[in-house]
């Protein structure tokens, strides 16, 4: 059984860090595009980064670039979000995801239960 199990949430004022990070089980990381996910109350999920399969290329979504950095480690099977200077915006659940269906993060693989980030002003 595939598991993705987040950590590493919490609440932490604006300007400061956290580091998420998403233990897996039951797969490697080889050959899967993985990436992080987030949705605030009241809004759409969206795409905060990604590592392509195919190339290995980041991505970051805007608003995120400079602050958050996305990191893997194959022989532990875990993937990080480092997240630095924090924002009151940036506060979500934050999901990683893992798919092989493709080598880009389109949320269609395997999904974490997620971990809350909170980010006071």
């Known amino acids: 059984e595939v598991q993705l199990v987040e950590s590493g949430g919490g609440l932490v004022q604006a300007g400061g860090s956290l580091r998420l990070s998403c233990a897996a089980s039951g797969l490697t990381f080889d050959g899967f595009a993985i990436g992080w996910f987030r949705q605030a109350p009241g809004k759409e999920r969206e795409l905060v980064s990604c590592?392509?399969?195919?190339?290995?290329?980041?991505y970051y979504i805007d608003s995120v670039k400079g602050r958050f950095t996305i990191s893997s480690d194959n022989a532990k099977n875990a993937m990080y979000l480092q997240m630095n200077s924090l924002k009151p915006e940036d506060t979500a659940s934050y999901y990683c995801?893992?798919?092989?269906?493709?080598?880009?993060?389109?949320?269609?693989?395997?999904w974490g239960k997620g971990t809350s980030v909170t980010v006071s002003s």
């Open positions: 995801t893992a798919e092989s269906q493709s080598s880009w993060c389109y949320g269609i693989g395997y």
């Open positions: 590592i392509s399969s195919a190339d290995g290329f980041v």
